[in-house]
């Protein structure tokens, strides 16, 4: 218990520390917000193994380590074409850009929106367009019970706001780069918080991505809300490819509304350890979502996916599928809990989660959940863990093929209809390419046994 | 071009193969024939290298080289061609993309250029016709959601396509309607020619109406307890192969 009360001051304290900006300004109506939150953070504080949905990702990598707030950002260097290589971009691209946390505006591009589109920085929409936000940041995305969520509430820095007004359709994906430049001799902390709001019948497609430049070390507490309006169409891409020195920890909280088409896609291949929370309630009737997940880990690299699909009212649908692929001491953890209301009859619920193992020492945690509570319904569920097949090996080289290409496009025949789901090509291509560099040493840890 | 000599080889402990002695030539074609459980397919893996066959004495030459030292791409880069009783399937590996990167890979180590995707290509559509595969079927995912039929061709258009020295087919008519029959037979008579041996494996005699084989031999406890022509296979189909097991236990010296 004395332990968790030290980890837990280093974000207490940097709140203090930030506690007279809070109130200043056009944004103090946020400040009771912050407040509450960090109030709730004080009593949980950090989650230790013994909490069941904690009980496989240890943060007491957290308390190891001092981090700070980075100061605010300025222009020093980094270059457009520098965030490209780091985040490939479609076309020229609708771009939002963080710097450890802080707006990024000289290396932002945002100008040809079609009519009535917003996408902009959300702590200057916190001060400007307070009507517009008041009704959903920190509505969607609950505290009460997360502790990391209500330290990102109290502490949220800055992030994207992306509004699609009534019917608006954004044709061309909106990127949001979160990018974090520490050295790992002071690691930072950035607490990133995006707010995407797509009003009925709109539709728009958002990147979100996290990456370091360099050895970047650093702590990454985000959280993202998204709102999916009566028949809204989103999709929305997470990337994760930070420096493998970063502690990642990130809640997503996704609203889908009447008739709503909502479909999610986490990718996972960085950082030493990443935490993601994603949850969708299917808030209104005939709500659709489509949750993807693919995480590729080696090394000692630790990944844990928790997904909540809350299918509150009647005929929605979803469907998840998770795969990963661990090479050497990697761990990995999936949690997916899918809760069926007693409201929410004709339920057609399918989840799965499939794990490829490429070294003994891999481990993986699989956890499916279901809650049901309405008799007429369908709902699905599966998980495999397995290892490379020997039959399939085998086959493949008595076809001319050598041990490692087969090994390799084993591997990624098991990830190909993951990325087949990745509907733009540009990330499509960079994540191919990011997976053949990743790959390559796991078909070498695969080796080993 | 083949010559097995002695072999003997167990899995899981248990001896499957107790001496097998075996020539084949260029252009032979070879049957080999026997009841279940008499050692046809351990021959065929073991010839093709599979791991799980523990090989424990007696060697194998091929073209003079020792195959059994050869991992099982090495001898695929030789030439050895295994047809799979039970073709494995290969999600998220399409069967024109393995098959190109197989050849490429044999090409390779012949010191050819590899063939580019066009010359590939068109490579695909004449071999294809052989055994009238559907080129849809090539570009999905190895063997995957195929029917027993669609199975065995894809494997006997493989064996067109990397163009083996020797080709092993291992109980490739097991399963097959008569129609899917003719057509892999017809299939594998095309493939026939002087440079190239083939050794057909398999349980019953009715592969054999359409591929008419040089030699027939009889597998059983092991060893090639009987050699003979192509009237030996009518016989074990008449008489199956009861009279066989008699013969070796009455101790009669059958190798002819």
Redesign the interface.
């Known amino acids: 218990m004395m332990d968790t009360a030290f980890d837990k001051n280093q974000f207490l304290e940097t709140f203090a520390g930030q506690e007279k900006a809070f109130l200043a300004g056009e944004s103090a109506w946020l400040a009771p917000v912050r407040r509450q939150a960090i109030a709730r953070f004080g009593e949980l504080g950090l989650p230790t193994t013994r909490l069941e949905s904690w009980r496989y990702t240890s943060v007491k990598p957290l308390a190891k380590r001092g981090f700070r707030l980075a100061d605010v950002y300025e222009p020093d260097g980094l270059t457009p074409s520098m965030i490209r290589k780091l985040a490939p971009l479609q076309g020229e691209g609708h771009l939002l850009v963080f710097v450890n946390g802080s707006y990024a505006e000289d290396l932002s591009r945002t100008d040809d929106l079609p009519d009535g589109v917003t996408a902009m920085s959300l702590a200057e929409a916190i001060s400007s367009r307070r009507e517009e936000i008041e009704p959903h940041l920190a509505r969607h995305a609950a505290y009460e019970d997360h502790a990391f969520a209500a330290m990102n509430t109290a502490l949220m820095q800055d992030g994207a706001c992306v509004l699609v007004p009534r019917g608006a359709v954004v044709p061309d994906p909106i990127h949001i780069v979160h990018v974090t430049t520490a050295s790992p001799a002071a690691p930072l902390m950035c607490f990133p918080r995006n707010l995407i709001v797509a009003a009925e019948g709109s539709q728009v497609t958002i990147v979100e991505t996290y990456t370091s430049l360099g050895g970047a070390a650093s702590f990454t507490n985000a959280v993202t809300e998204v709102v999916a309006g009566d028949g809204a169409v989103v999709e929305h891409y997470k990337v994760q490819t930070e420096d493998e020195s970063s502690l990642h920890i990130a809640g997503a909280s996704m609203n889908v509304g009447r008739n709503a088409a909502l479909t999610s896609h986490v990718i996972c291949l960085g950082a030493s350890m990443c935490r993601n929370d994603l949850s969708v309630l299917l808030a209104s009737a005939g709500g659709d979502c489509t949750l993807n997940g693919l995480y590729v880990v080696a090394g000692s690299q630790h990944v844990d996916n928790h997904t909540v699909i809350d299918h509150a009212m009647p005929q929605c649908s979803s469907r998840e599928i998770y795969k990963g692929i661990l090479g050497g001491r990697a761990r990995g953890v999936f949690d997916g809990k899918v809760i069926v209301r007693p409201d929410a009859q004709k339920t057609d619920a399918r989840q799965v989660n499939n794990n490829l193992l490429l070294s003994d020492e891999a481990l993986v945690d699989t956890k499916p959940q279901l809650e049901i509570n309405a008799d007429d319904v369908k709902c699905t569920h599966a998980a495999t863990i397995g290892q490379l097949d020997l039959d399939a090996l085998f086959y493949m080289r008595s076809r001319a093929i050598d041990l490692m290409d087969a090994k390799s496009m084993l591997i990624r025949g098991f990830v190909y209809d993951m990325l087949d789901r990745i509907r733009i090509p540009s990330l499509r291509a960079g994540l191919e390419t990011m997976l053949d560099r990743k790959l390559d040493f796991g078909g070498r840890i695969g080796e080993a046994s | 071009m083949l010559q097995i000599n002695q072999l003997t080889a167990r899995v899981n402990g248990k001896e499957i193969l107790r001496g097998i002695d075996l020539e084949v030539h260029a252009g032979g074609v070879h049957a080999i024939m026997g009841p279940n459980g008499s050692g046809k397919s351990t021959l065929a893996h073991v010839l ?5 066959f523990e090989v424990t004495g007696g060697e194998v030459r091929f073209e003079g080289k020792d195959l059994l030292s050869m ?3 090495e ?3 030789n030439g050895v ?2 047809a ?1 009783q039970y ?7 399409s069967t024109t ?3 190109k ?3 490429n ?2 090409r390779k180590r012949q010191g050819l250029e590899e063939l580019d995707a066009l010359d590939f290509l068109s490579l695909i559509r004449e071999k294809s016709k052989i055994v009238e595969i559907d080129k849809a079927l090539l570009d999905r ?2 063997n995957d959601g195929f029917s027993g039929g669609e199975k065995k061709r894809n494997e006997i258009f ?1 064996m067109a396509v ?1 163009d083996p020295k020797l080709a092993i087919l291992d109980e490739t008519d097991s399963g097959l309607d008569i129609d899917a029959l003719r057509v892999v037979a017809a299939g594998v008579e095309a493939l026939r020619n002087e440079k190239r041996a083939m050794l057909l494996i398999t349980h019953y005699q009715r592969l054999l109406n359409y591929i008419v084989p040089d030699r027939v031999h009889v597998l059983f406890g092991g060893r090639i307890v009987k050699s003979g022509g192509r009237e030996l296979a009518h016989e074990l189909e008449k008489k199956g192969y009861g009279w066989i097991e008699d013969e070796v236990k009455a101790g009669a010296s059958v190798q002819s």
């Open positions: 093709a290298g599979r791991e799980t991992s099982p791409e001898r695929a880069w061609f295994l799979f073709p494995v399937e290969i999600p998220g590996v993309y393995m098959l990167a197989g050849l890979a044999i995912s190895v493989q990397l």
